[in-house]
Every structure is written in C-alpha cells, then in structure tokens.
C-alpha cells in the first residue's frame, strides 16, 4: 500500500486518515479522510492535529458544505480561526481542500462517514495510490 494510516488523536479515537508517500512525485490527491460522523465542527479538531508537522498551521479548509450537517463560515480550532469555504462544484469523489498561506496547499479525498469499513479502507487505498 502506499499510504499510512494517522497516528492517534491526542483526545480521541484514531484519525481515519491515509496519506501519500512523502518525497514521492507530486499528487493530486494527497491522501484520503474517513470522518467518523458528518459533523465537520467535531471532525476537523482531530483531522489538522493528526496531520504532518511539514504540512504547516492550516488556515482555510475547502469542502462540499451539503456533506456536513452544519456548516460554519469559520471556526476556532486549536486557537486559531479556520477559514471554511463551501465547494459548490460537484465532485467525485468528494474532497476537502486544505491551505496554510506561504506553505501550501494538500487536498485529500473524503470517504462518506457512513461507508463500511471494507469499502472505506479500500476507497481510501485506492485515493492514494491512484496518480
């Protein structure tokens, strides 16, 4: 597989988060996120503490507004406000767009919360190493 999955949360279950090799050739899809719920206030928290140091703070978080049951303007996370924007373009798979200003921008595929292990893991699998 050429993808890991997170490390644990530092206040909760395990990010269900695959990410594409480092050092590798550049991607399209950085890497793939399973959320446990459809509620992006709760998910978000855990997805930006669980991702690389090299990745930068994020500030601005791109994704398809009606995947989530609420869906703030901006939101205090780790203190600091994150920017969200709704994508209004319909995609397939569903992504979310992450940017930290000066460092760079990483989208990653975003597997439905309710989809089955199996189907998730093989979905997230395959977003990683489809380039």
Known sequence: MTSHPSELSETGPPVRLFLTPSGAAPYRIDGAWWPRTDDLIAELPPLLSALPFRWARIVHVTVDATAWS???GRM?????VLHLHADTRPRTPTTACLVAPGSGRW???????RTDEAQALRLMAD?????
């Open 127 to 131: 977003a990683c190493a489809r380039q």
């Open 107 to 113: 989208d990653l595929t975003v597997v439905p919360p």
């Open 76 to 80: 205090l996370c780790a203190g600091h």
């Open 70 to 72: 609420a869906f703030p």
